[in-house]
């Protein structure tokens, strides 16, 4: 049963790491201090053309949205194709929300089922393999998005969206001016290292459970 075991914690544990990215990407795309912190970073609010305040209220409009109230646009500043696109990301913010409940849910099922199999036993290896399960594909499109964030950045949205509405116009579309590439990819860069840091401590939580005591 050892081998049953030792695989059923590692995708366990896979599934909540991968549980664990979706829900730093969740808060971190539903927080309008984010935005403006990294709007400011980038030049803005005068890029865009827009006073401060006028940028800090589209901000808590679109972190609404995104976390769920549909009604959060209503009045903002935006062309019905940008409205269009945000209604697919609404959708696929909803999407990644009920992903990761059945991921959670999945996670629990295969770790509690492992673990009694292993009698408690094997959960730092069962980390350790379902970290790096999840890392290696993260790492490689890091490298991508680190050579060539551009190319990147358009093959995440055609895999995304079925539509080209995401493809907007800097000359008309306030949106991309609010929130252009160079946003994004200090964005990436931000969920990156949260989610680094809370997937992170679940192994070296293990480690210090199992080897603390030698030290007590």
């Known amino acids: 049963m050892r081998p049953l075991s030792r695989a059923l914690t590692a995708v366990g544990f896979f599934l909540l790491f991968a549980a664990l990215l979706m829900t730093v990407v969740e808060t971190a795309g539903t927080s309008a201090d984010l935005y403006r912190e990294l709007q400011l970073e980038n030049g803005l609010p005068d890029a865009a053309g827009l006073a401060l305040e006028e940028m800090a209220a589209i901000d808590e409009q679109l972190a609404g949205y995104l976390s769920g109230d549909a009604s959060a646009l209503d009045g903002a500043p935006f062309n019905d194709t940008e409205k269009l696109h945000m209604a697919d990301v609404f959708h696929l913010f909803g999407l990644l929300r009920a992903v990761r409940n059945i991921l959670l849910g999945a996670a629990a099922a295969l770790l509690l089922a492992g673990l009694l199999l292993a009698r ?8 350790l393999v379902g970290l790096l399960l999840l890392a290696l594909p993260l790492i490689a499109l890091g490298i991508w998005a680190a050579i060539d964030f551009t190319s990147a950045f358009d093959a995440f949205h055609r895999a995304l969206f079925s539509n ?41 939580a293990l480690f210090g459970a199992r080897f603390g005591r030698r030290f007590a």
């Open 120 to 127: 408690g036993r094997g959960a730092l290896f069962g980390s």
């Open 164 to 204: 080209d509405l995401w493809q907007l116009n800097p000359g008309t579309d306030l949106l991309i001016r609010m929130l252009p590439e160079r946003f994004f990819s200090d964005f990436a860069a931000v969920v990156a290292v949260r989610a680094g840091l809370f997937i992170g401590a679940v192994p070296l």
